[in-house]
């Protein structure tokens, strides 16, 4: 039985459901896995005539948890045997991360439209993964951005361009700088907002429109309008995303903040790198359990 989702298939749609509420729904090698899995099972599924993935909780993702992935990375850094600290593995370390992407590519290259309905935070690893899908909605509280191109990281999935074009890409991947959903919106990164208390039913009443549609109709037009955005290189920019995420989180100020991390805590380390730019985690907060993921 999984354990950070959810799944069912009604009047043609399959529901995934992310269920890590409390966790914020934060990235995990077990989410990647089971994400995988249901994604695959539903695009098989002849009842199912388009895929809908949405969240538990306040947040849909919040990000890689970046209590394992920074705790990996200084593992990594640690002086071997021979006294000698490890040189950095780029062809690992693309193999590791591609996993992850392999499984958010899957929104893209299931032959059934996918549709995502996002609440609250959808940041860092989160964007890496709803990005992929085809349509996204989001309730109006919903916030997105990608933080880590501050320090540490860099979009895996590339997709920022293709979805809102080049300048607005760069205004938001040179800042990190958060994105309200109705900004979201007006910028072409997703499709529409709704009312919070309003979002899954809208969300779910979209999807089952869309439903209605043969699959074999519903097949060859999402691979119709794929196909433009495949023959503008989106694979090739895919790989060096890939490729520069690893750089980036091995920069001398990568390894610094990893180093941090492991000194005071990561979500400290993370308002420290957000605290000059006042967003996100480091807005003023009604709680300590903002999420803080990568």
Known sequence: MAETLRTYCLNGVGHIVLTRAAEYNTITPALRDELAQAIDESDRDEAVHVILLRAEGPAFCAGYGLDWSTSGQAREETASSTGHRRAWDSTSDIAMIGRF??????????????????????????????????????GESASFGYPPSRVWGTPTTAMWVYRMGLEKAKRYLLTGDEIPAATAAKIGLIL???????????????????????INQLVMLKLLCNQT????????????GMLFDGVARHTQEGSDFVGRAQQVGFRQAVRERDDPFGDYGSRPRKSDNEPQGR
């Open 101 to 138: 992407v392999d499984t958010y590519m899957k929104l893209w290259y299931a032959r059934k439209p996918t549709v995502a309905a996002v609440q609250g935070w959808c940041i860092g690893g989160g964007t890496d993964m709803v990005l992929c899908a085809d349509i996204i909605l989001a």
């Open 229 to 240: 955005v495949e023959n503008m290189g989106m694979a090739s920019s895919r790989t060096l």
């Open 192 to 214: 529409e907002t709704f009312p919070d208390t309003k979002l899954a039913e809208s969300a779910i009443a979209f999807a089952e429109r869309m439903a209605r549609v043969p």
